[in-house]
């Protein structure tokens, strides 16, 4: 029932929010046939690079968000579980009386009404835990491009371009669908480490400890199952 996370901001990563966000309000003119500015204006312009998704993951999963969502999963989970043991227990009753025999047909009506409920209760419980995941990851996207607006800004950057690492990283995927979003999440092919905001943008927001997904799994160890126990030398 739950949605996860990881699936979402993923899915905001592949709808295309990988472009450039301006680290200062209002954006550059479209310049003009035959007017483009020569090559030394642009020291003018300066350029970071954030991992947008590391910071929105780190958000979510952390303690601003992540117990009042546990805790509504909680309560649709008792919600579903207790429906679930009706239907369990009314179903039990015509399989213990028969199916064929007058109280499990009588029981039949009542069986298939309850089903029905439950499985109402599992779509409107599904609905509101995708509803509620959403409204907590659409916040922290906002506030993790507000900060980095404003950092940005107090630096002198005049573009910010969100990126998950460089392009000549290694595709990890093992389907095409998930390289493909890899592939998207990377406009950046080379950038200077010092002109990247993540660690910043996460400090601030007292998210950069958490673990995301990811990052626990390149821990080493993770995941390991423990030594076989060796035989004692006698």
């Known amino acids: 029932m739950a949605v996860s996370h990881r699936a979402a901001v993923l899915a905001l990563v592949a709808a295309g929010l990988v472009g450039a966000i301006t680290a200062r309000s209002g954006s550059a003119p479209t310049p003009r046939s035959g007017s483009l500015a020569p090559s030394g204006a642009s020291a003018d312009q300066r350029i970071a690079t954030l991992n ?19 805790a509504l999963m909680k309560e649709f989970q008792g919600k579903i579980d207790a429906a679930k043991k009706d239907v369990e227990s009314i179903a039990n009753e015509i399989i213990t009386a028969g199916q064929e025999t007058e109280k499990g047909r009588a029981l039949m009506p009542q069986y298939q009404s309850r089903k029905m409920e439950f499985d109402q209760l599992q779509q409107e ?3 509101k835990a995708g509803e509620f995941n959403t409204q907590q990851l659409a916040e922290a996207y906002r ?3 507000e900060t980095a607006n404003e950092i940005a800004t107090s630096r002198g950057y005049t573009h910010v371009i969100t990126t998950r690492g460089v392009a000549a990283e ?6 095409v669908a998930a ?3 890899e592939i998207m999440a990377r406009p950046v092919v080379m950038f200077p480490p010092q002109d990247d905001l993540t660690e910043a943008v996460a400090t601030q927001l007292q998210v950069w400890d958490v673990k995301t997904q990811a990052e626990e799994e390149a821990q080493p160890g993770a995941d390991q199952p423990a030594p076989a126990p060796q035989p004692e030398n006698k």
């Open 179 to 181: 390289a493909v979003q």
């Open 52 to 70: 947008v998704f590391q910071v929105v993951e780190k958000m979510v999963q952390s303690d601003r968000y992540r117990p009042a969502r546990d």
């Open 125 to 127: 419980m599904g609905e």
């Open 143 to 145: 506030l993790v491009i």
């Open 170 to 175: 290694p595709i990890r995927s093992t389907n």
